[in-house]
């Protein structure tokens, strides 16, 4: 079963300092998403990356967030100064696109990555 | 407005009595897509079910079952024989289809189900 890759599982991190979350999605897929989930609250969806650029993105999603796939496998975001509120865990998830409807078939959010800002 | 309401905050439920976790949603597309997910103490989401828009039947798998039922907004998950093993937070999501731009998913608040041995 493909698996979507995230790494590290749990990051504590300095409050002001830059943190990237990685993400290895599956290797057929053509849709990369990042969610986010504060602790006892829902999953928030926080932004979409399809052909290289963002294609949707939530008020969550402000200057200090941004978006990457530096090579042909990774795609990563990155927090540039953290606050204590980003504490959370990240999901990372990417969907394939299939069938005449565009019916997004194979959608898979990875296990996380428990981000702790002290 | 919430597109995904979980009503039920926190169900407890003694082992092996049945327990239905209620799925709201909104939407405007004719095509769109349901989800469950399970989320144990460990954090990962687990994929439970993925319905379409268009196929409304009921589907069973083992102890859970799922009602979709369009004319209501609904799409409710029940799982019979409960185990302590069911215990975590399940969480209902939408996703529609918004054509090549990607589709985000609309997650529910959860429900938080303990079972108690």
């Known amino acids: 079963e493909p698996e979507v890759t995230q790494t590290p599982s749990h990051q504590v991190t300095q409050m002001g300092q830059e943190v990237i979350l990685r993400c290895v999605p599956i290797?057929?897929?053509?849709?990369f998403y990042w969610y986010r989930q504060i602790l006892g609250q829902k999953v928030e969806f926080l932004v979409s990356?399809?052909?290289?650029?963002?294609?949707?993105k939530s008020e969550i999603f402000d200057d200090q967030f941004s978006v990457e796939r530096p090579d042909g496998s990774n795609f990563t975001l990155k927090i540039r100064s953290t606050k204590l509120e980003d504490s959370a865990m990240y999901f990372c998830?990417?969907?394939?696109?299939?069938?005449?409807?565009?019916?997004?078939?194979?959608?898979?959010f990875g296990s996380g990555t428990r981000l702790t800002v002290v | 407005a919430q597109k995904v309401t979980q009503a039920q905050t926190e169900i407890s439920v003694v082992e092996k009595e049945d327990v239905t976790l209620d799925c709201v949603y909104e939407?405007?597309?004719?095509?769109?897509?349901l989800f469950w997910y399970k989320q144990p103490p460990s954090g990962e989401l687990v994929f439970l079910i993925r319905?379409?828009?268009?196929?409304?039947q009921n589907e069973i798998s083992g102890r859970y079952s799922w009602n979709f039922q369009k004319s209501t907004s609904s799409f409710n998950f029940t799982i019979t024989a409960s185990q302590v093993v069911d215990s975590a937070v399940y969480f209902c999501?939408?996703?529609?289809?918004?054509?090549?731009?990607?589709?985000?998913?609309?997650f529910g608040t959860g429900t938080s189900l303990t079972v108690i041995p």
């Open positions: 998830a990417s969907s394939a696109l299939q069938g005449a409807l565009g019916e997004r078939h194979g959608y898979t």
């Open positions: 290797s057929n897929h053509l849709y």
């Open positions: 990356f399809y052909n290289n650029e963002i294609s949707e």
């Open positions: 939407t405007r597309d004719t095509t769109y897509y």
């Open positions: 319905r379409n828009s268009f196929d409304e």
């Open positions: 999501a939408l996703s529609e289809d918004d054509g090549d731009t990607g589709n985000q998913f609309y």
